[in-house]
Nanobody, 126 residues
């Protein structure tokens, strides 16, 4: 499975961005999908995860109420809508795919995630 992220960039605090991740090379609906982020000098952390059907979602406490994950199995794409952005949201954001939902819903099983995108930079200025 190949994952390609897009939509990152520079935005002022309080602004919004929408990340997209296009998947190819596999059966998209077989996979839970997630977004992780990694800031300089910090470990990669889970931000949001969505089940294969879209029926279940989970979010890191730091983004609850501000970020929304969604997917289109018809378009083989997962999205992350980010609102009310803060400078502490600055990081490289990675799309991830795994047949096991729990690998994406926690930051402690990063090494077990099946597939990663190349990452897209999000910078929030104060």
């Amino acid at each position: 499975v190949q994952l390609v992220e897009s939509g990152g960039g520079l935005v002022q605090a309080g602004g919004s961005l929408r990340l997209s991740c296009a998947a190819s090379g596999g059966t998209f609906s077989n996979y839970a999908m997630g977004w992780f982020r990694q800031a300089p000098g910090k470990a990669r952390e889970s931000v949001a995860v969505i089940s294969w059907s879209g029926g279940n979602t989970e979010y890191a406490d730091s983004v609850k109420g501000r970020f929304t994950i969604s997917r289109s199995n018809a378009k083989n794409t997962v999205y992350l809508q980010m609102n009310s952005l803060k400078p502490e949201d600055t990081a490289v954001y990675y799309c991830a795919a795994d047949r096991t939902y729990s690998h994406l819903s926690t930051s402690t099983q990063v090494s077990q995630v099946d597939y990663w995108g190349q990452g897209t930079q999000v910078t929030v200025s104060s």
